[in-house]
């Protein structure tokens, strides 16, 4: 026995991970960063297809060189297997068999189809949790429609109320909607650990992502019981909606602002005009509503503004209780004396690239595991797996496979 | 409770059910956490005052003059553009959020209010907040103190930028937040004023989705060791991750990514195309727009062919798809003009038949009309005393053994004072009687709280 030092929640907890590109593991690397075990399958001599893709280390492709699947995959171990093979689907079972979890990401029918449906897995082992995460779900008319993140956005997110009026609708950055997907599947995975280990029954959770985008990927939620209320559809601005709200420009960049005649008071005091608040125009939140004062106020506002770094304004922002934030590019973010104080990006480091910033935890659990209830910091994350890297040892480990049917395996290109 | 509440009857017992949780959470991150663990079972108290107004929960203000409303800003969404008697019973975000919560009042700044919370922090599992780390100082929210009160209580704490830290007392809300870690700059539109660009909160969303988690996690943590433990879910550092592929691209490769718009890294078309108008009178609600994809030779032989041109589909300058993400800006003109005059729907549904990644911009009808959803039961008609009967959004997810479905409405301010104040806090009849009295347990906002 290994001696157990500190306690993480996910440490009894094996998952099996059939995922493959953005929303699954993203699933999988959250459940793995607190403590659960992952054993990632992937596709012989490809892997997971996220291994093809950009950005790439020194941007050159390779198996071991995608930044994506790096940040994606990490605490987790890497097994290679053919699913297609009578023996890959059995060694499968016999996984799921001491697994507590199984994630897969295939489009809908696709496990069912291969003989690993949720009635297959369930007879393996009856107290388990199928994570299924889909574009649209297992059931409704879109279920086998194709997604990709601009659609799911536009569907299930508030897309058609994102950007400028004169402008196209626009998208969130990347991958978000997958994430986010993930995010949520994570939740509800740990969710359904919980209840079967109230009444030892297998659970199935379906997950689609245009539906974790309608529930919502940006606040949809409240605006749809908003329609219910008063009819209100969301569009894209045709200007400021509120007084002194906006990305107003500043010394080097942009600082946005929320204003709205709430919120105004403090930005006349940030910006040192408080005699404004005496004229009756301004003296009340009733006043202040006035959609004629918006371009009045820029012409106090931008002209402070512009005198004034992001970093000043930011201080300033503090300084007066106004709500607002600078435009920042995520080389600004990786150099923020914020995340730099806290630590907060992780350094590992990787055959390929050698030691490299990912970004940190989405939570720290502050435990207070050491001597006298000292707190223990959060572990150290394991770098992506390469590829079949843990396949030998999960097939004798896990499974207590010989090394003679190990090699059996590898000669019948099932591993 | 009558009202909003289905198949009460023989339920199954809840996954969270007989777990306390308080939540002193305001705007939405902290709050759409909270809804998931009262969805699923969790007792859920939404500790609130009569004197002071929590900013941005029950609306931006408690009592908002019509102009304010008439201006629909900052998350207004009242009935029929009605503030009504008791406005913080009737605001769209907080009604979205706050079903099967329960809602007591006290105030945390008088020595009273702290006893109360004491006796409740006492009989809890869990206190969940969302706030710099100032304001929870002031009302005595430390893990300290509440550690001693209760070595068993799981604590989640969601500031923006964290408990420590130069931003721990920096408060902002999810888009400012956002703007400082990169997500605006990195979304708006090429080549533009990046004033411009949207300013969307996806990060609260995660916050929502980490805070429930990290209940979840601290309560694993709880199971096993017997001991509470604070967690600490900064909602900017839960956030960065979503953006996870260009961090990567900077720390690995030095690449700042920044204005990408609608494009993608190397599909082309990948874009937002207008259709024809629907018929209304607001502008900008009339707007149409479709989505569509190409990820290959075959899905754009496939879209010429619908688009019944076949003079683009032999075009050298979109034959291979980098000759087509090279030239996207003419190709986008093109398939602009032959949407234009397009329904987006029917265009969405022949483009997925043909194999080709597309859908229809939806706005709030579009989804509440959507047959998909409707199938798929996203909706579930709710009655809310002060607010009405609407169709509600239920669940994001469906679980095979875990009920999907409203019992409870949103909560009214104060709603649950005599249950908490007795039952909870232990208090006897007369005590009770008292804190009604002074006013710290009622059901409306003081006169003099905006």
Not at chain 1, 159 to 180: L, Q, S
Not at chain 2, 8 to 34: C, F, H, M, Q, S
Request: charged residues 25%; hydrophobic residues 35%; proline residues 6%.
């Amino acid at each position: 026995m290994t001696e157990q030092t500190t306690i993480m929640p996910l440490d009894d907890v094996r998952v099996l991970d059939l995922t493959h590109l953005a929303a699954g593991p993203f699933c999988t690397r959250i459940l793995g960063d607190y403590g659960a075990d992952v054993i990632k399958i992937e596709r012989r001599e490809t892997g997971d297809p996220s291994r093809g893709l950009p950005p790439f280390y020194k941007d050159e492709p390779g198996t071991e060189r995608s930044g994506l699947f790096m940040f994606l995959n990490t605490n987790k171990r890497s097994v290679t297997l053919d699913l297609k093979s009578d023996r890959g689907r059995e060694l499968v079972l016999e996984l799921a068999r001491d697994a507590d979890v199984v994630v897969e990401s295939f489009a809908p029918g696709t496990m069912d189809a291969l003989g690993l449906g949720y009635v297959a897995l369930k007879a393996a082992n009856p107290r388990l949790v199928l994570t299924s995460i889909s574009n649209y779900g297992k059931t409704g008319p879109y279920r086998d429609y194709l997604g990709m993140d601009i659609n799911l956005y536009g569907m299930g997110g508030n897309m058609i109320g994102a950007g400028d009026f004169d402008h196209e609708p626009v998208k969130t950055a990347g991958r978000m909607v997958n994430y986010h997907a993930g995010y949520v599947a994570a939740l509800a995975t740990s969710l359904s650990l919980t209840s079967v280990e109230l009444d030892g029954q297998s659970e199935q959770l379906d997950i689609s992502v245009f539906e974790t985008a309608t529930h919502s990927i940006d606040g949809r939620l409240g605006r749809l019981m908003g329609y219910e209320h008063n009819g209100h559809l969301s569009s894209r601005p045709t200007r400021a909606a509120a007084v002194a709200s906006g990305a107003h420009p500043c010394k080097d960049g942009y600082f946005l602002i929320t204003g709205g005649a709430r919120f105004l008071p403090n930005i006349i005091r940030m910006i040192g005009m408080e005699e404004l608040l005496g004229k009756p125009e301004y003296a009340t939140p009733a006043a202040r509503a006035n959609p004629d004062l918006i371009d009045e106020f820029l012409a106090h506002l931008i002209p402070w503004t512009l005198d004034r770094t992001k970093a000043e304004l930011r201080v300033e922002a503090e300084k007066h209780g106004v709500l607002g934030g600078p435009l920042n590019t995520i080389e600004d973010l990786l150099n923020d004396e914020s995340f730099v104080a806290r630590e907060y990006f992780q350094e590992i480091d990787h055959p390929t690239t050698g030691p490299v910033k990912y970004p940190g935890y989405h939570f720290v659990l502050h435990r207070p595991d050491g001597e006298d209830g000292a707190e223990i910091s959060m572990p150290k994350r394991r770098r992506a797996p390469l590829l079949g890297e843990h396949t030998d040892e999960v097939l004798s480990g896990a499974l207590g496979l010989s090394v003679g049917e190990i090699e059996r395996l590898r000669a019948d290109r099932v591993i | 409770m009558t009202n909003g509440t289905t198949g009460t009857n023989g339920r199954k017992k809840l996954p969270l059910e007989g777990l306390r949780i308080l939540d002193i959470t305001v705007v939405w991150a902290g709050p759409y956490g909270t809804m998931h663990l009262a969805d699923w079972g969790a007792e859920v108290i939404r500790i609130e005052s009569t004197s002071h107004f929590a900013t941005s929960s029950r609306g931006t203000m408690a009592r908002p003059p019509k102009a304010m409303v008439a201006l629909r800003a900052g998350g207004m969404g009242y009935p029929d553009d009605e503030p009504g008697e008791r406005p913080w019973n009737r605001n769209a975000i907080f009604n979205t959020h706050a079903r099967h919560k329960k809602s007591v009042t006290l105030d945390m700044t008088v020595p009273e209010g702290q006893e109360i919370f004491e006796r409740l922090i006492k009989n809890s599992d869990g206190l969940i907040e969302n706030n710099v780390a100032i304001s929870m100082e002031r009302l005595g929210v430390t893990w300290e103190r509440l550690s001693e009160i209760n070595p068993r209580l799981i604590l989640i704490r969601q500031p923006a930028f964290g408990i420590e830290g130069p931003y721990k007392n920096y408060r902002t809300w999810g888009n400012h937040m956002e703007a400082l870690a990169g997500h605006p700059l990195l979304r708006t539109y090429p080549n533009e004023d990046p004033a411009r660009g949207p300013s969307g909160v996806p990060s609260d969303a995660a916050g929502g989705i980490g805070g429930a988690l990290a209940f979840l996690m601290g309560l694993r943590y709880r199971n096993k060791t017997g001991k509470g433990v604070m967690i600490e879910a900064p909602t900017a550092e839960n956030f960065i991750p979503l953006m996870g592929e260009f961090v990567m691209d900077y720390t690995m490769n030095g690449r700042v990514h920044t204005q990408l718009g609608n494009q993608h890294p190397y599909f082309a078309p990948h874009q937002a195309y207008r259709c024809k108008d629907a018929e209304g009178a607001v502008p900008g609600e009339t707007e149409r727009w479709v989505t569509i994809v190409c990820r290959s030779d075959a899905e754009f032989q496939a879209l010429c062919g619908i688009m019944e041109a076949p003079g683009l589909a032999l075009d050298a300058r979109f034959s291979g798809a980098l000759e087509r993400w090279k030239h996207r800006s003419e190709l986008d003109a093109l398939v602009s003009q032959w949407t234009s005059d397009k329904d987006p729907s029917d265009l969405a549904h022949r483009l997925q038949d043909a194999g080709i990644a597309a859908g229809m911009i939806m706005n709030e009808r579009d989804v509440l009309n959507d047959p998909h959803v409707k199938e798929r039961g996203f909706f579930q008609e709710v009655t809310h005393p002060e607010a009405g009967t609407h169709q509600n959004p239920t669940y994001g997810v469906k679980l095979s053994k875990t009920p999907n479905e409203i019992r409870r409405h949103a909560v009214l301010l104060g709603q649950d004072n005599e249950y908490v104040y007795k039952e909870v806090a232990g208090h006897s009849d007369d005590e009770y009687k008292h804190f009604v009295e002074t006013g710290m347990a009622g059901m409306d906002y003081a006169e003099n709280v905006s």
